[in-house]
T-cell receptor, first 114, second 114 residues
Framework: AQSVAQPEDQVNVAEGNPLTVKCTYS??????LFWYVQYPNRGLQFLLK??????LVKGSYGFEAEFNKSQTSFHLKKPSALVSDSALYFC????????????FGAGTRLFVKA | NAGVTQTPKFQVLKTGQSMTLQCAQD?????MYWYRQDPGMGLRLIYY???????DKGEVPNGYNVSRLNKREFSLRLESAAPSQTSVYFC?????????????FGSGTRLTVV
């Protein structure tokens, strides 16, 4: 069965510093991986995805993520954090050999301090 | 540019009451999904519809029913609400089953069962 873990409930970073939000996954086949962001009282917004190809994928708002198959990780990164990046971030995984279900992690709250 | 529209935004039910959550998308997407979001648990898939005319159970289908009324609309029904169904409910859609291009989410329905 597929699963995804976000080991940190909250990440704190100063504005201008690089940020990393961690995600690890477990699937039986090659994964489809996604990051979403949720602002207060809003639905989730798609940030980026890894399906195949280059391990470093770039997405919206300057975010990027690196797929590491040996470590089964898909960490979200940004070189320079903004206060406006403060939000709840969700990693999600789908095992394409296991149907159409996408499984979401529990979420990591990012707090960027000015 | 509505995207995915959910109604109502807020609802309070008494235990045992029934209600239907409505969802409509205007992007001509084939697939639609219902998730519930609970603190510390991320999003859990209740039901999904890979295409018009089909529905399938997700991770937590008990106590819910769905109807894919047409390509645009996918409703979620609680026949006899229980306090354990207090949650925020999100509808999502994707162009293809499983959302290889990512999901588009509605803004959510906050349901309280007392």
């Amino acid at each position: 069965a597929q699963s995804v873990a976000q080991p940190e409930d909250q990440v704190n970073v100063a504005e201008g510093n690089p940020l990393t939000v961690k995600c690890t996954y477990s699937v039986s086949g090659n994964p489809y991986l996604f990051w979403y962001v949720q602002y207060p009282n809003r639905g989730l917004q798609f940030l980026l995805k890894y399906i195949t190809g280059d391990n470093l994928v770039k997405g919206s708002y300057g975010f990027e993520a690196e797929f590491n198959k040996s470590q089964t990780s898909f960490h979200l990164k940004k070189p320079s954090a903004l206060v406006s990046d403060s939000a709840l971030y969700f990693c999600a995984v789908r095992d394409p050999s296991g149907g159409f279900k996408t499984i979401f992690g529990a979420g990591t709250r990012l707090f960027v301090k000015a | 540019n509505a995207g995915v529209t959910q109604t109502p935004k807020f609802q309070v039910l008494k235990t045992g009451q029934s209600m239907t959550l409505q969802c409509a998308q205007d992007m001509n997407h084939n697939s639609m999904y219902w998730y519930r979001q609970d603190p510390g648990m991320g999003l859990r898939l209740i039901y999904y519809s890979a295409s018009e005319g089909t529905t399938d159970k997700g991770e937590v289908p008990n106590g819910y029913n769905v109807s894919r009324l047409n390509k645009r609309e996918f409703s979620l029904r609680l026949e006899s609400a229980a306090p354990s169904q207090t949650s925020v409910y999100f509808c999502a859609s994707s162009e293809t089953p499983g959302g290889i291009g990512g999901y588009t989410f509605g803004s959510g329905t906050r349901l309280t069962v007392v």
